[in-house]
């Protein structure tokens, strides 16, 4: 919890009392349709998150951001911590463009045992492995504008200093597309591991130093989603929970070539020997069947029982249009990645809000069962979470939130075609680009136990994300109502709402 008092100018800081700036600030984490609890940046473009970090008891989120406007435009380092996952502290930006290029996204890591040599062993140094973009080289239509920096630190992040010796990876001059590293320590090898994006398929690293790299092996060319460019990779390790067995899961995010158009995140769950990722899998695999889960990756630093994620909530179709004014752009709530093995569908990964949301829920009411044409009424569901379970074999359904300006956002199921949807057609504000309300969003289910399957829903003021079966199923998804949702209706034929609470949620910024 914090004031974030640089957002005023540097005449309002002269002229302005304490009490006026706190005002400010309250009101500028007021304006129209920004997030309660989900993190912004103060002002102005955000989207990849970088650098996720855990390190002595604080989590470190870098992000990719423009502080000089609310659309895309040259890329830094934002940088904000926490030490719980949900309430964030801005920082100063971390890193800045120069001669090399932009600075794309990437990665951070803890160099404990000071590998790089660019700390010390009693003061080893964070460092961040990012991609440079060279604009100069892209508009003069060369391919070799994306090369691999590495910058560090050695006061925890807040302050950072670039590797004279960079690029540490040059490009040949083959590859448009040449970003995103995501390092980690293999303890197997003890090396460090990259895993970096080449146009359609991955591309694996090896250094004892994180300055010299080699490359080991690629991947992908030849399987998964292929409609767009690969971005931000991640390969780490997961056991499968309630076996002995250990899997590794690469994850790949697509621009376009989502299931429900755009921007999205694959993932792929095989085997990692140190060098060489493979997979028996043959099916696309998808995170989150919402529009608005993008670029999302792990924190290095943390066990692997304990694997986090966090994603941008936007979509590259529509990203700089969504009708904020001083900010654009969210991340999605903090996530515990959980690996899962049955029959029907093999390896699949679960995605669930971590356990610290738990604590900002609040004022939690309790409803009776809640049968078909049922209505609940509350002055705000947009800042609220529904948890709740449908008793016995799933049938049809229909969850349907409305405000008194009629406008609707429906959850159902269609048991025909073991689908969940997620309408938000007529949600609001939607015509800023035509995509956004073109469609429902639609996910074949995936369900461990079709008896009493749980739902959890969280809405803030312009996103929703709900999670079926504890993350088996996922939408995120932004919403842009003109008002809040004030009802709530169920409906079907067979089906029953039982276990029904509402909370509602602190907000962060204060």
Known sequence: MFLFLSLTNCKEEKTTSIDNKEALIEDR?????????HFTPPTMWMNDPNGLLYHNGTYHLFYQHYPEDIVWGPM??????????????????????DELGLIFSGSAVMDIHNTSGLGTKDNPPMVAIFTYHLMEGEKAGRKDFQTQGIAYSLDEGE??????????????????????????WDDNTEQWVMTLVAGDHAKFYSSPNLKDWTLMSEFGKNIGAHGGVWECPDLFPLKVEGSDETKWVLIISINPGAPNSGSGTQYFVGDFDGTTFTTNQKEIKWLDYGTDNYAGVTFNGLPDTDRTFIGWMSNWNYARDTPTEAWRSAMTLSRKLTLHKNNTNGFYLKNYPVASIDEYSYNTVEHDTMRSGMSLSSKNYNEQRLDFKIPGNLDDFEL??????????KLSYDSSKSQFILDRTDSGITDFETSFGAKPHIAHAIIDDKDDVDFTIIMDTSSIEVFIDGGSTVFTDQIFPTTPFTALTFTSENATIANLKVSKIKRIWK
Do not use: C
């Not at 984490?29 to 609890?37: D, I, S, V």
């Not at 940088?79 to 801005?90: G, V």
């Not at 349907?400 to 956002?409: A, D, P, Y």
């Open 76 to 97: 830094h380092w934002g940088h904000a911590t926490s030490k719980d996952l949900i309430s964030w502290e801005h920082k100063p930006i971390a890193l800045y463009p």
């Open 29 to 37: 984490f007021r304006e129209n349709y920004r997030p309660q609890y």
């Open 400 to 409: 349907n939130f409305t405000n008194v300006n009629k406008e609707s956002l």
């Open 159 to 184: 302050t950072w200093k670039k590797y004279s010796g960079n690029p540490v990876i040059s490009n040949d001059g083959n590859i448009k597309d040449f970003r995103d590293p995501k390092v980690f």
